[in-house]
Structure formats: structure tokens, C-alpha cells
């Protein structure tokens, strides 16, 4: 509804975020009195408060929801779509964001058998708008777009073209043709619909529009498409202009701009084809690279200045790390070094050291601008910016001092050395796993990680278990020293053998069964899997056989416990083979009262 071009900030700050503040055509069209009314996800009310005539806004974070949320929305169609007594809409400007798609989307897939029937119910509510739209007094344009696509599997926020390009329709009640053949048309940016909406509203253009206008809806007039193409292009000029200054004009799509500028001036006055012709391929021309230019000057982020601050914060980090691991040592832990028992340092040398390695830092910042060539305004000349070198020098090297103090002179770090490999594979896959959390593209798979390092786990000990099973093996074959002088290693092998080595099979297996019980996840969620299975009626006997094993696995587990728990596993456990086999179940409950009598 601005105009500008979202980055990966915005879309996160949408939610939750306070109203925006800057131009929007709803800012726009409200100043000029337009009406505008809003039904559907309340995002929207809380980014353009204020701003609606009426409004009704749904949660959008229900996501099982996929009935509600848009019958809140259809009730009020025959309503607002009515128009009163002189052929006249009660709104200049309609807002209808419809939920349900995007939940079964998110929820089964574009697989799933409700995405049809959803599909159907939005066709009608199309042919519902377009029948209303022929009473009324003017023409009116309807816009069907979506906000985002997604994957086949579900989900989206990728970069995929099913989930950045959406179909966009625009149909008018009246006197319409489609200025493009049959198929699908060119392709046009998210940011033209902001300019595109405030000229059906004839509101001027939100002060951060870098769009233009659809070419579906430019006017059929040439002096006034001319017209609309060069107030367009006198926008995008500005914008230009105050982020390149003088150096704009010597830009090509600037020159193109005054050539077109030219044309259109000639064409008012002598009314010549050729010159409108030449005028419309000049502003054309001009726009498209405009828009290119701004778009990707609004998107492109100082990523030298990025690095660092991610570097910054990872020494930091390492720092509060070490400081803490050092409170944590008692006095009878910690090492003291020679230099802070000897000879001590005097305060003049700390401070030649630290400047040193001040100046260490200030020397690598500088090679490292030097070599990438960056245009970062980290590595400009500029004094504001200066004082924040300099200051990314100190803190770099305080951070520098803390971590060298605390981890060679205080903590005892011998416990590490007592860790094996397996140790540090959970601890190295533990904080790996929780990195993960930060990653946009493993939300909702956040559990995907845990599942590889599980099985990496697994099977890291079971090729570990055979090795040591094989190398045995092997040696006792050739009668080696080392197992005629240890002839406990038999009965040892044999546990590993007979033992350990099955059981770390069976469980790698029934880890790989468990993942197939229930498909879970963003991009798995619409696969069927055992669940979906056991829950077909046709199925229902293996349900109840499932349920019942696993009742009689816990009972035999909780019948070693005391009083207490069996009477927890009678009355909760028990109760679902009611639902299933009622004879059963009284027989059994039966079986557990007299165990009880028994332990009592």
C-alpha cells in the first residue's frame, strides 16, 4: 500500500508492528474522502489505524481455521455490494483478504482435497462481486491478486518462483479489454498496485510509490496516458534525485526521461502522432530502468558494514561467555598466571599494549575495505563514521583482551578433556540445532536438524560398536597377545555382540518408523504417513490392535512400580479400550483390580 519495496525486515515487522507512519494510498484517499472499508485479516487494521470507514478484522495466526475466517468475511457482501437508491456503492475503495487457502495450504498442502472445493467457494464470491459491480452507476474495477504463492508441499517465504509470482486479475464491470493476448500476460511489479489503486481513486501517488501504473488500466486517451506516464515518471525523478543528487543526469534513464519530456511538449503543441508515439517509448523506457534502479537501491544493504557488526557481536558474545565460565570457577580452580604473581606490569605498558592492538584492529579494518572495494559507509571518510571505526577498533580490542585473560589465565578447562567424540557431536549438534532457529528457511522444520543429528548419532555408535565387534574378531582369530592376556574381553565382545548391537538396531529402525507416523513439518505435512492410515475405517481393527500392545507394553512396565502408579495406568490407560472393546475392558479392569488387591 506504499508503493516501496518490502525487504526481509518488513516482512517480519508486519507482525506486531506499530501503524505506519509514512504515505500509503489509504493515507492518501482518506485525504481526499475517499470511503474505505476492510474485512479480512486484522494485520491490516493495525498497520493503517484510523483509516477505515468500516472494518472487520479476523486473527490470522489460527491457521486450522480454514471456514471461519472467511465466512466473516462473505456475510458482509450482500451488505456493502448494494448499492443504494441512486446506483451508488457505499465505498470508494474495498479490502476482502480471505484466509482459508492459505491455511489449508500451510496446513495439507496445494495437494489436499479441500484446496478445490476452497477454490470453488472463492469463484463464487468473484461472480458475486462482478453481478453487483454491473448495478452500479460508474464502472468498477476489481483486483484478484494474492499476497504471497507457495510450494507444493505448503508454506512459503522462499524465493522459488511459485512462491514470489502470483497470478494478479483485473476485471472491470463495463467497457473493458484486455490490452494483452490470450495466456498469461508480461510480468509487473507488487510495488505498480500502489500507484495503479490511487489513479482509480484519483488520489495522487503515495510519496514513496517507485511503481506505475498496470498497463491494464492506463487510459485510453493518449494526452492523458502521456500525462500519466510523465507525473509517474516526475515521481520516480525525485526519489532519483535525492538519493544520487547532481549525478542523477548523467544517468541514461534520466536522459531517456527528458527526451520524453521533449516529445510530450511537442506533441501539446503540434499535435503530431510521431511525437506521442516517441514521447510513450521514452517514458516507457525511462520507468522500467527507474524502477529497476530504485528497487534495487532500496533492497541493497551495506553488507561490509553487516559482516562486521556480525563479527562484533560474535566476539562479544564469546567474551560475556568467558566472563561468565570464570564466575562460575571457585578460588581453588582457577590459574594464576606468573606475570600477575611476579613481576607485575606497570600501568604505562598495559596502555602501549592495548594502543597496539588498537592499532592492530584499526590496520586489518582498513586492509579488509581495501581489499573488498566496498563502497560500505563503514569505509568512507566521513567523520561521523570515522568515530565509529575507531570505536569498532576499541571494542574489538577489549573484547580481545577479555576473552585472552579469562581463558589462559583463570579457567580450568580440564574437564574438556574428558569428553569424547560422541560428546562433542551432541554438543557441537546441539548448539547447531538451536543456530538453526534463527534460519527463515527452516521455520516450521526446525525439528528436521534434530532428526539428521539423531540418526548421525545412532549410527556413529553403531559403526563404532562394529568396528571395535570386527577388530575383536579379527585378533582372536590370529590368537593375538593382547586378547590371550585378557580373557575378560570375551564375555565383553559377547554383551556388545549379543547385546548392544541389536538393540542399536531395532532402535535406529523404530526412530525411522516413529518419523512415518505422523508427517510433521511445513514441507511434509501433506505426504501420508501410518497415522492417516490407522485412522481409515477400513483400518480401524490395526488401530485397536496398535492401542492394545501398547497398553499391555506399559502395564507390563508400570507393574513394576508401586500402588500409586498402576492405579494411574488403570484409570487413565484403561479407559481407551472402552471406546474400543467394552467386554475387554471389564475383563481387564478386572485383571487390574486384582493386581492391586494383590500389591495392597
Known amino acids: 500500500m506504499t508503493g516501496s519495496v518490502s525487504t526481509f525486515a518488513d516482512v517480519a515487522l508486519n507482525f506486531g508492528a506499530p501503524a505506519v507512519l509514512g504515505d500509503s494510498v489509504l493515507r492518501v484517499a482518506a485525504a481526499r474522502g475517499r470511503r474505505s472499508v476492510m474485512y479480512g485479516d486484522d494485520t491490516w487494521l493495525r498497520l493503517f489505524p484510523g483509516l477505515w470507514t468500516e472494518s472487520d478484522g479476523t486473527t490470522s495466526f489460527f491457521v486450522t481455521d480454514y471456514t471461519e475466517v472467511d465466512d466473516n468475511v462473505t456475510r458482509h457482501l450482500d451488505t456493502v455490494l448494494e448499492p443504494d437508491e441512486k446506483k451508488k456503492p457505499s465505498f470508494d475503495f474495498l479490502v476482502l483478504h480471505y484466509l482459508g487457502l ?281 567523520p561521523q563514521w570515522m568515530s565509529a571505526f575507531a570505536s569498532i577498533a576499541v571494542t574489538f580490542s577489549i573484547t580481545f583482551f577479555i576473552i585472552k585473560t579469562t581463558t589462559e589465565a583463570n579457567l580450568d578447562l580440564s574437564i574438556l578433556e574428558e569428553l569424547n567424540a560422541i560428546d562433542y557431536l551432541l554438543i557441537g549438534g546441539t548448539i547447531f540445532h538451536s543456530v538453526t532457529f534463527f534460519g527463515t528457511s527452516f521455520i516450521e522444520e526446525e525439528h528436521m536438524t534434530w532428526y539428521f543429528f539423531w540418526n548421525t548419532l545412532m549410527f556413529f555408535v553403531l559403526v563404532r560398536t562394529l568396528i571395535v565387534l570386527i577388530t575383536y574378531l579379527s585378533k582372536s582369530r590370529e590368537n593375538a597377545t593382547e586378547i590371550q592376556e585378557k580373557p575378560q574381553l570375551q564375555q565383553k565382545m559377547s554383551e556388545v555382540g549379543i547385546g548392544m548391537l541389536p538393540k542399536w538396531v531395532i532402535l535406529i529402525a523404530l526412530h525411522r518408523y516413529l518419523r512415518t507416523m505422523n508427517q510433521t513439518g511445513d514441507r511434509w505435512a501433506f505426504l501420508p504417513d501410518t497415522a492417516d492410515w490407522l485412522n481409515e475405517q477400513e483400518n480401524s481393527l490395526y488401530l485397536q490392535a496398535l492401542m492394545m500392545t501398547g497398553d499391555v507394553l506399559k502395564g507390563e512396565l508400570l507393574n513394576k512400580t508401586d500402588v500409586f502408579e498402576i492405579s494411574i495406568w488403570r484409570t487413565d490407560n484403561i479407559f481407551q479400550l472402552t471406546l474400543y472393546n467394552p467386554p475387554l475392558n471389564q475383563c481387564w479392569f478386572r485383571t487390574a483390580n486384582d493386581r492391586c488387591h494383590q500389591q495392597r
Open 102 to 382: 492459505d491455511h489449508i495450504g500451510h496446513l495439507e498442502g496445494a495437494k489436499s482435497p479441500k484446496i478445490k472445493p476452497k477454490l470453488k467457494e472463492m469463484d463464487d464470491v468473484v461472480k458475486k462481486i462482478f453481478t453487483a459491480m454491473q448495478k452500479w452507476d460508474h464502472n468498477g474495477v476489481l483486483l484478484i491478486c494474492g499476497d504471497h504463492g507457495m510450494r507444493d508441499a505448503g508454506g512459503h517465504g522462499g524465493a522459488t518462483p511459485s512462491e514470489v509470482l502470483v497470478p494478479l486479475v483485473v476485471v472491470r464491470s463495463d467497457d473493458f479489454e484486455c490490452p494483452h493476448p490470450l495466456g498469461p500476460g508480461p510480468i509487473v511489479a507488487q510495488v505498480d498496485l500502489a500507484p495503479s489503486i490511487s489513479w482509480l481513486l484519483r488520489a495522487p501517488f503515495p510519496g514513496d510509490s517507485t511503481g506505475r501504473v498496470l498497463p491494464a488500466l492506463m487510459p485510453t486517451d493518449v494526452l492523458q496516458e502521456l500525462y500519466l506516464l510523465h507525473y509517474t515518471s516526475v515521481q520516480n525523478s525525485r526519489a532519483i534525485k535525492a538519493n544520487l543528487g547532481a549525478d542523477a543526469l548523467e544517468k541514461e534513464f534520466y536522459k531517456q526521461f527528458q527526451r520524453a519530456e521533449k516529445n510530450f511538449a511537442r506533441y501539446i503543441t503540434t499535435n503530431q502522432k510521431s511525437a506521442a508515439k516517441m514521447a510513450k517509448e521514452y517514458y516507457e523506457q525511462s520507468l522500467a530502468e527507474m524502477s529497476k534502479y530504485l528497487t534495487e537501491s532500496t533492497v541493497e544493504f551495506d553488507m561490509f558494514a553487516i559482516i562486521v557488526g556480525i563479527s562484533l557481536l560474535a566476539v562479544i558474545t564469546t567474551a560475556l561467555f568467558s566472563i561468565t565460565l570464570y564466575s562460575l570457577q571457585g578460588d581453588e580452580k582457577r590459574r594464576y598466571s606468573v606475570t600477575a604473581h611476579g613481576r607485575h606490569r606497570s600501568q604505562a605498558g598495559a596502555i602501549v599494549a592495548f594502543a597496539f592492538i588498537v592499532m592492530c584492529f584499526a590496520a586489518v579494518l582498513t586492509l579488509s575495505c581495501a581489499i573488498a572495494e566496498t563502497k560500505s559507509s563503514l569505509c568512507s571518510l566521513n
